[in-house]
């Protein structure tokens, strides 16, 4: 994969970058990784095509994320017109909730009435039969 992405990228497209390196992490202090092949570098983002360290230097080719950069700006963008707005929640805030947070009333537990069809103890039907609250997210321990 990394293979065709280098064959189809002309070179005008990509950018090499040489970082000096102090407890292998470069020392600019405007360069940051975002994730494995991720970084940050003077308030641009790239992606990583090739990185290799030969000494104390770091080489990177790379390629301008300016897609990447365009959706953070408009996500900055419009929460920061959301906020500025008096007793106003932020509906793209609420999205992300609802991405990772599940209400609980959205889950039922079903009430089962196994004694007619087992041969159990009224003790052991409550047992079976015994729910309790949902918490979302869990309780940290």
Same mark, same amino acid.
């Given at each position: 994969?990394?293979?065709?992405?280098?064959? &189809? =990228?002309?070179?005008?497209?990509?950018?090499?970058?040489?970082?000096?390196?102090?407890?292998?992490?470069?020392?600019?202090?405007?360069?940051?990784? /975002?994730? /494995?092949?991720?970084?940050?570098?003077?308030?641009?983002?790239?992606?990583?095509? &090739?990185?290799?360290?030969?000494? /104390?230097?770091? #080489?990177?080719?790379?390629?301008?994320?300016?897609?990447? /950069?365009? !959706?953070?700006? =408009? #996500?900055?963008?419009?929460?920061?017109?959301?906020?500025?707005?008096?007793?106003?929640? &932020?509906?793209?805030?609420?999205?992300? =909730?609802?991405?990772?947070?599940?209400?609980?009333?959205? #889950?039922?537990?079903?009430?089962?009435?196994?004694?007619?069809? =087992?041969?159990?103890?009224? #003790?052991?039907?409550?047992? !079976?039969?015994?729910?309790?609250?949902?918490?979302?997210?869990?309780?940290?321990?």
């Amino acid at each position: 994969m990394a293979a065709k992405i280098r064959a &189809s =990228l002309f070179a005008a497209e990509t950018q090499q970058f040489v970082f000096t390196l102090q407890d292998n992490k470069p020392t600019d202090n405007t360069f940051y990784w /975002e994730e /494995e092949n991720e970084f940050h570098y003077r308030g641009k983002m790239y992606d990583v095509i &090739s990185k290799k360290i030969v000494g /104390e230097k770091l #080489y990177i080719t790379c390629i301008n994320d300016s897609k990447e /950069e365009e !959706l953070i700006d =408009l #996500y900055i963008s419009i929460t920061k017109k959301e906020n500025n707005k008096p007793g106003n929640t &932020s509906p793209t805030i609420q999205l992300i =909730l609802s991405l990772v947070f599940v209400s609980p009333e959205t #889950y039922v537990i079903p009430f089962f009435n196994i004694s007619s069809h =087992l041969p159990v103890s009224a #003790y052991q039907f409550r047992l !079976l039969n015994r729910s309790g609250d949902i918490f979302i997210p869990p309780p940290q321990v």
